[in-house]
């Protein structure tokens, strides 16, 4: 493995060896090179934020097929901008009260199986999720988690948005769900962060008639961490902008880009609304341009490949250990990447997942692995955030403890 001293070890943190795939808590990705250099140069010189906004929302725009683009400081910030844009429009004094709501419609509509920790975001623009379904799933009685009545019987003259998270598994589907929002005149925000690669996925869910779509700049599409997407009706972007960038200007000479809002259809200057603590520099948005520009270039094909191979790597080292089962479960649909599945025996292996995942994150570099599973004694091993030499020592150190 790569022994070059890291800032990280110049600052005494033990650094991480990621073989969990884009997890913010141990950094995310890694930005790409050509990110990280436009960053630098971002960096030299005053650039007014809002035409960099444009900017960067033209090519949002361009590679959603969305009508319009904006850039929080991450997929979550983008969620609260989302919900803040369905509550107040172009409600001036709606936006100078949030994250207070009297007076606005403001419950986010969810099927229940969508809730997650992330919808805090949502909560944090003053909105009030309700949610909707049952979750007899497992019963074996026919019924889905959400049916579309049930969403449709939960909006009221109080809805502000129907809020669905993009998963594989997700249902009803979204189609249906915009089906539902939009007859009655409400519309639909989607959670996907995580949901690219494919790239297709990038244009899929405003093709499915989506009005707010959020991705995270800084997982697969690596770029800064700090960074997100929201990609959707000029009318809701038009919102987040107004009630996202610094509003402490002079009126007089104030001259926003007609792209993002027009002022003279402004009763006056909004000042700063509840998305000004989610600002994103200038080194921010140019890194997150960068990035967005190499990853539609990117050759997937190439880099599944290369993902396969360090998983090769990774499962020849282990493949004749006592008490490991691996399983290969492919990227696509459910995951973007290809995974390792190991199973821990404890008996033949002499140490159950729990204490081998935990000695891992112990050493020093730290390692990790993915732990969604541990409950059934799995691991998981993910290429994306490893590079050849890694695979190769995550494998050397998962085989030291059995
Ligand atoms: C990662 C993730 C987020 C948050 O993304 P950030 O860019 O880190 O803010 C939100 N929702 C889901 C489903 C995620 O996986």
Not at 370 to 394: I, K, R
């Amino acid at each position: 493995m790569d022994e070059e001293t890291t800032v990280y070890d110049e600052l005494g943190v033990p650094r991480v060896v990621n073989a969990a795939g884009t997890k913010t808590r141990i950094g995310g990705s890694l930005i790409r090179p050509e990110a990280v250099e436009a960053m630098s140069r971002a960096a030299e010189s005053f650039v007014r934020l809002s035409d960099l906004q444009v900017r960067a929302g033209e090519l949002v725009s361009e590679v959603t097929g969305a009508e319009a683009g904006y850039v929080g400081s991450g997929a979550a910030a983008c969620m609260t901008l989302a919900a803040a844009a369905a509550i107040a429009g172009d409600d001036l004094g709606a936006m100078s009260r949030l994250p207070d709501t009297e007076g606005v419609p403001s419950e986010i509509v969810m099927p229940r199986t969508h809730r997650n920790g992330y919808d805090h975001a949502f909560r944090a623009a003053g909105a009030t999720i309700v949610d909707v379904g049952n979750n007899d799933n497992y019963l074996g009685t026919g019924s889905n988690g959400t049916e579309p009545w049930e969403l449709a019987e939960a909006i009221t003259e109080e809805t502000a948005a129907v809020g669905y998270m993009e998963k594989a598994f997700s249902a009803p589907s979204l189609e249906t769900v915009v089906d539902v929002a939009h007859d009655h005149d409400v519309p639909v925000i989607v959670d996907a962060a995580a949901e690219v690669p494919p790239r297709e996925n990038l244009s899929a869910f405003v093709e499915a008639g989506a009005d707010m779509v959020v991705f995270s700049g800084g997982k697969a599409i690596r770029g800064p961490q700090t960074t997100g997407i929201l990609a959707g009706k000029r009318e809701y972007v038009r919102s987040a902008a107004l009630q996202h960038l610094d509003m402490h200007v002079a009126e007089s000479v104030w001259d926003p880009p007609s792209e993002l809002f027009d002022k003279e259809s402004l009763a006056g200057v909004p000042r700063q609304g509840i998305g000004r603590t989610l600002k994103v520099g200038k080194e921010e948005l140019v890194g997150l341009i960068a990035a967005l520009e190499a990853f539609v270039e990117e050759d997937q094909a190439a880099l599944d490949a290369e993902w396969e191979r360090r998983l090769d790597v990774v499962a020849d080292e282990l493949a004749d250990c006592e008490g490991l089962s691996l399983r290969r479960e492919p990227g696509g649909k459910l995951m973007v990447a290809p995974e390792l599945r190991v199973e821990v025996h404890p008996d033949a292996a002499g140490v159950d997942a729990v204490e081998l995942v935990g000695s891992l994150r112990k050493e020093d570099p730290r390692i990790f692995v993915g732990s969604d599973e541990l409950q059934d004694d799995l691991f998981a091993v993910n290429p994306m955030c490893l590079d050849d030499e890694e695979a190769a020592y995550v494998a050397e150190r998962i085989r030291s403890y059995l």
